[in-house]
């Protein structure tokens, strides 16, 4: 048993070949679930790794070191089309989880709340996994499979995401919960939309706590495309059966599906008053 | 076998330290227990309640979520660093003092921190700032807006305002007086020492083996074999090792939990067994390997399951699995009601709600001179020594109890937790014992606020004035008895409110499920019982086309008046002043909700108004206070405080009142305790009692003190007195004289003069239909608040707060405004966010209480309507804050939507169901 930070990705694929080894990087989810007592295995920190930590631009878009703390997104000059991000990363835990916990920890824990999941959809987010035998990209949908589950393979390192330019679009989110910080989402919608003249021109809505993975709603994207600005219709329940809410101790799967089609209207309104104040 | 850790340096408050952490370890332990900085608090070890807040290179962060090893050659700040050095933690840690921002203090270090890294950055911030900056730590005593108003007003510190501050004179701390806690000064710097703060280096560590299951028998496979096979540990303990009596209890009538469950748990998280080791090994200690077989049992988890037909018994003496019930009648009910005008009638249902103190219980136990010495949280130090003698067959004098500061009680730690493992460890292993309890085992084994299910009708005439009231409600107790009588019994007696009802009849069952222990929980069942009566006004108000406060009013208790058990006070009834003192908020939110409405579709306002009493001290019990005061020789003045500060002030109440009294300044007493040893019984913080008991028992000791010092130079009795270089100077209109105390002889405890004196008081015994004297004095309490609906989410926001308290006397205005505020954000949980479901939110992210940004601005009104009773007119004040809270905000939501919410908490999920059926899109 070892506690390895390692400095290079030679080292730690050395580390990660041994066995019973857990990867660490923020520490905010790994130790809530490692519990009180003390961890059994080896932990690899992948915090110091070269290239890990920092959002660079590239000429195929933006790269989020897997090391990148919230705080990171929130100190970062990102175009409007991140705003939805960078609202989560104002909302996620506390300060303290903020300047601890990564962005590439919150879709690795792949949990069906997890914040960061319905804005990286939106911006068509992919994910960078390192391995000796070289790097693959997934997209973000690809990449977590399920509750608590992702395609990441023994062996393998989450090294990045990759968001690719988008021109024109402005981001939003909502988060829905039980109070006023410090909170579990319900419910929660991102949105990105760019609008030409007072039309919505293109449209990504994804919502999370209200499936097994955060998921885009293609339905919803498809009834707002084209729509003027100034009069938005309302949400039309059947535009989100790919929803499947559950009833928990949070809400009703019935409470999650009407609050659902509300936060998608108001993210709505939000960013596109943002775009007309702009033009203005 | 494990590697042998590397070493780790970083710097810890300008310090080059060296540790070598385990793999896996977390900073907050490497801090606490290898470089001994126990300013770190630990609330939950999993980022909920940022209590073990510390900076690293300037940037808070939890100590708890951070492996040590990530410290590495960094800057790691604690409170305990920045109390040295730090200009801004100065004006930080004053101006927390002064607002009183610290009340049990144990998330004062995680806010410190997180308002210091604020205040680095953004010098002047608002209130909106604080609240993003300091939303990560949580606090259950202070409703957070003493801690934003602090600081707030440190940014706005600037040298002329200190400079002010220096010069003026330092106030004497008479009764009345706003000044800072007594015992601020430690909160503040992270040096007041909790629960788990004290265990010495090396102590040995307890970890228990609780029930997975609701029900559930055991066997254990072989214990010998399972402590051999595992070098690491020392010994064991169940059942077989209690030498004296398996059980405890609060009341002695119902003395059934055991120490160790012997055939059978009843509740999930129930004791088995408990295993003590060395704390390596205990820090990687599996209870999963532990021998137990346990064989599941049909469990009854409801009340309506523990009351079928056949349903499992919980103790086979209580038949229907009903411990007990209480009554009060008066008059015919059921003829009012019959005559009544007007009745409504509905059902009410409440969960279990947590206590959700901050620290969670924790101590040390050690074996010295051969007693045994228990160090650890407590609200009640003398019962703990009553129900130790009994558990370990001790003599009391063989036993010492030493509360350590408490991180947050609200009544669950009346009850021992942990005190007897910690005993029978350190009685064992002849070596400290150590254990703190983790958040999860904290919330599965202590107990809860009942959940109530209560059926109520209420009549009144066509004038407005009441005419029948009947109640009856089932409070489920969990497994064992704990204050659940006192819960049954305290019902019946407040269930009416502070109002003036003829025909009355309220009943109560206590009923045994398979579930933790409820038992007291700030109002002992009251703030169940007036969420029932305060929403049925609204409802006959509506009805007679009355205003709501106004209807109050007309029904309010007036002195002369008859209680519903028929007691009559002559004087100190304060509910129409507290009332009255509403009007002008009352009209001016019903016109600012009605302008808001008007203008919105989605969001929709309320104001809703609800008042409460509480009968201070035991029901009709004995309930005495003792407080001792010495002077030595040199002129100091010692005062024997054994009542326990909980955070909630008595150190300085108590203080107060003792050196008013005596005719000295509160910082020339200097206070003991509490300490079985060396404290006569302060008697349990609970039931509003220490201001108004104790207070007394403080007052007539001082009285004692004064009349021995005026007697010996035969003084007039408002001489003043001087203490100063083991000479009393009394100074009368007759002139100086000196007592020389240096010509006394001293007795064994040093003392040259010494008073003790005590107070209990006068009740006398409720007959069969709950008829007599429960209560030497009731405080009175209402509540205002204004609430903003999101109908399309269904989420409430309170406003604004007004909440005027009938106090009496106000001994320290400043310590009532942050009951009054603490109060006010648990009841706003408790209305809106709380509930307690066993296995499923045992933890402070599932358990959702009030942050930073969930408690809106209070405007606190004090009414001084003294007592005769009180020590200079006080009233106690601690639970009614939070009874008319719950449903002032019920009421608000009433009167926003025309919804009305008959459970709580009213979850937005809960609202909009609610909403939708009332047909809003």
């Excluded at chain 1, 990660?16 to 130790?31: M, P, Q, R, Y």
């Excluded at chain 1, 579990?184 to 706590?209: E, H, N, Q």
């Excluded at chain 2, 108590?654 to 040893?677: K, N």
């Excluded at chain 2, 804050?881 to 009421?891: E, G, Q, R, S, Y």
Aim: one cysteine or more.
């Amino acid at each position: 048993m070892a506690y390895t930070a390692a400095k290079s990705l030679d080292e730690a694929f050395a580390v990660l070949a041994g066995s019973n080894v857990a990867i660490i990087a923020g520490g905010t989810d790994w130790f809530p679930q490692a519990g009180d007592r003390l961890t059994a295995k080896s932990l690899l920190d992948v915090n110091d790794l070269p290239g890990f930590r920092g959002i660079t631009r590239t000429d195929a878009g933006w790269r989020i070191g897997a090391a990148t703390r919230w705080a990171d997104i929130t100190a970062a000059d990102l175009p409007p089309a991140f705003d939805g991000l960078k609202a989560v990363a104002l909302q996620v835990g506390s300060i303290q989880i903020q300047n601890t916990g990564t962005v590439a920890g919150n879709l690795c824990n792949a949990s069906p709340a997890a914040d960061g999941v319905p804005p990286l959809l939106t911006l068509n987010a992919r994910v960078e996994l390192t391995s000796p035998a070289g790097t693959r990209i997934l997209p973000l949908a690809d990449f977590i499979t399920g509750v608590r589950r992702t395609a990441l393979q023994p062996g393998e390192l989450v090294s990045a995401i990759l968001v690719p330019h988008t021109t024109g679009a402005r981001g939003g989110f909502l988060k829905l919960g039980g109070r006023a910080y410090l909170v579990i989402s319900i419910a929660m919608v991102a949105a990105l939309v760019r609008c030409d003249a007072g039309v919505i021109t293109d449209i990504r809505v994804a919502v999370g706590s209200c499936s097994p993975v955060a998921c885009r709603l293609p339905r919803v994207e498809a009834a707002y495309l084209g729509q003027p600005t100034a009069q938005l219709p309302p949400v039309d329940p059947d535009w989100l059966t790919d929803l499947t809410p559950i009833s928990d101790l949070r809400a009703s799967a019935d409470y999650r599906r009407g609050a659902v089609a509300r936060l998608i209207e108001r993210v709505l309104r939000q960013i596109t008053h943002a775009e007309d104040q702009r033009d203005v | 076998m494990y590697d042998t850790p590397d070493t780790v340096d970083f710097h810890l408050n300008g310090q080059m330290v060296q540790v070598r952490p385990e793999v896996g370890e977390r900073l907050s332990h490497s801090l606490r227990e290898r470089l001994a900085a126990r300013e770190v608090k630990v609330g939950c070890n999993a980022g909920d309640c940022g209590a073990c807040t510390v900076l690293l290179d300037g940037q808070p962060v939890c100590a708890c979520l951070v492996p040590t090893q990530r410290a590495t050659g960094r800057r790691v700040e604690t409170v305990a660093g920045l109390a040295a050095r730090d200009p801004v933690a100065l004006a930080l840690s004053e101006s927390f003092q002064d607002h009183q921002a610290a009340q049990c203090g144990i998330c004062t270090p995680g806010m410190m921190m997180a308002a210091t890294a604020l205040l680095r950055v953004v010098p002047q911030p608002d209130a909106a700032q604080v609240q993003d900056a300091l939303a990560g730590v949580l606090c259950r005593c202070t409703g957070y807006r003493k801690i934003i108003d602090a600081v707030v007003a440190a940014g706005q510190r600037d040298q002329a305002a200190h400079a002010v501050r220096e010069g003026k004179p330092i106030p004497t701390g008479a009764v009345g007086q706003a000044i800072p806690r007594v015992d601020g000064k430690a909160k503040v710097a992270g040096t007041e020492a909790f629960g788990d703060d004290l265990a010495p280096a090396g102590a040995l560590v307890v970890h228990v083996i609780r029930s997975p299951h609701p029900r559930a028998s055991f066997t254990f496979g072989d214990l010998n074999a399972y402590l051999a096979a595992h070098p690491g540990l020392v010994t064991l303990l169940t059942a077989a090792d209690v030498p004296g009596r398996n059980a405890f209890g609060v009341i002695p009538a119902y003395v059934d939990q055991p120490v160790f469950a012997e055939t059978e748990a009843r509740h999930r998280g129930e004791a088995v067994a408990a295993v003590i080791g060395h704390p390596d090994t205990m820090a990687r200690f599996d209870p999963a390997l532990f021998p137990i077989q346990w064989q599941p049992l049909p469990a009854v988890e409801t009340v309506a399951a523990a009351l079928a037909d056949n349903a499992p018994l919980l103790h086979p003496n209580r038949a229907q699995n009903i411990m007990c019930g209480g009554v009060v009648r008066r008059g015919d009910a059921d003829a009012a009601l019959s005559r009544a005008d007007i009745v409504v009638e509905a059902h009410f249902d409440s969960g279990f709600v947590e206590h959700a103190y901050i620290e969670p219980e924790a101590g040390y136990a050690v074996v010295k001179d051969g007693r045994v010495e228990v160090y650890a949280c407590t609200q009640a130090p003398m019962m703990d020594l009553d129900s130790m003698a009994e558990i370990l067959a001790l003599p009391r004098a063989q036993i010492r109890i030493v509360p350590t500061a408490v991180g947050g009680g609200f009544g669950s730690k009346l009850d021992i937790s942990l005190q007897p493992y910690l005993a029978l460890g350190a009685i064992k292993t002849g070596k400290p014992v150590r254990m703190a309890y983790s958040r999860t085992e904290s919330m599965q084994s202590t107990t809860k606020r009942h959940p109530s299910s209560i059926h109520l009708r209420i009549g009144a005439m066509n004038d407005g004035k009441l005419c029948g009231f009947d109640f009856q409600g089932d409070f489920n107790t969990g497994a064992y008895a704990s204050w659940g009588p006192t819960v049954a019994n305290r019902v019946p007696v407040h269930a009416s409110g502070p109002y003036l009802i003829a025909d009355y009849l309220a009943r109560s069952r206590a009923i045994h499920t398979h579930n933790p222990s409820s038992g007291a929980f700030r109002g002992f069942g009251v703030p169940q019982s007036a969420i029932a009566q305060e929403s049925l006004f609204d409802a006959l108000a509506d009805r007679l086309g009355m205003d709501a406060l106004e209807f109050r009013i007309l029904n309010a208790l007036q002195n002369g008046q008859p209680t519903v058990c028929g007691q009559v006070f002559t004087q100190g009834v304060g509910i129409g002043a507290c009332l009255t003192a509403l009007r002008p908020a009352w009209a001016a939110a019903k016109a600012d909700c009605a302008a808001f409405n008007a203008g919105n579709t989605t969001h929709k306002r309320g104001v809703g108004v609800a008042a409460g009493w509480y009968g201070c001290g035991n029901t009709s019990l004995p309930n005495p206070s003792t407080i001792k005061a010495g002077i030595r020789a040199d002129g100091t003045i010692v005062l024997h405080q054994g009542a326990t500060d909980i955070g909630q002030g008595s150190n300085t109440v108590i203080s107060q009142i003792f050196a008013t009294a005596l005719g000295v300044s509160v910082h020339d007493v200097q206070r003991i305790g509490p300490d079985t040893d060396h404290t006569p019984d302060g008697g349990k913080t609970s039931a509003s009692r220490q201001t108004f008991v104790s207070g007394n028992a403080a007052k007539r000791t001082a009285e004692a003190l004064r009349h021995d010092i005026l007697t010996r130079c035969n003084a007039a009795g408002d001489a003043a007195l001087h203490l100063h270089n083991g000479v009393i100077s009394v100074t009368d209109t007759a002139g100086t004289h000196d007592i020389d105390l240096t010509t006394l002889a001293p007795d064994a405890e040093g003392y040259v003069l010494r008073a003790e004196e005590s107070y209990d008081p006068p009740t006398r015994p409720l007959d069969a239909n709950g008829q007599g004297v429960p209560y030497a004095q009731f405080g009175y309490a209402a509540h205002l608040v204004v609430v903003e609906v999101d109908t399309e989410l269904g989420l409430v926001r309170p406003l604004h707060f007004t909440a005027a308290h009938d106090v009496g006397r106000a001994i320290n205005p400043l310590l009532v405004e942050g009951q009054v505020h603490g109060g006010i954000a648990q009841g706003l949980g408790m209305a809106l966010m709380e509930e307690y479901i066993p296995g499923r939110t045992e933890n402070l992210h599932d358990y959702l209480i009030p942050t930073i940004g969930d408690i809106s601005p209070i405007d606190t009104i004090i009414i001084e309507e003294p007592d005769a009773h009180g020590p200079y007119g006080a009233k106690g004040l601690g639970e009614h804050v939070l009874i008319p809270t719950a449903p002032a905000i019920l009421n608000a939501i009433r009167h926003a939507t025309g919804v009305v919410m008959t459970r709580v908490p009213v979850t937005p999920s809960r609202l909009r169901a609610a909403l939708k059926e009332a047909g809003y899109v």
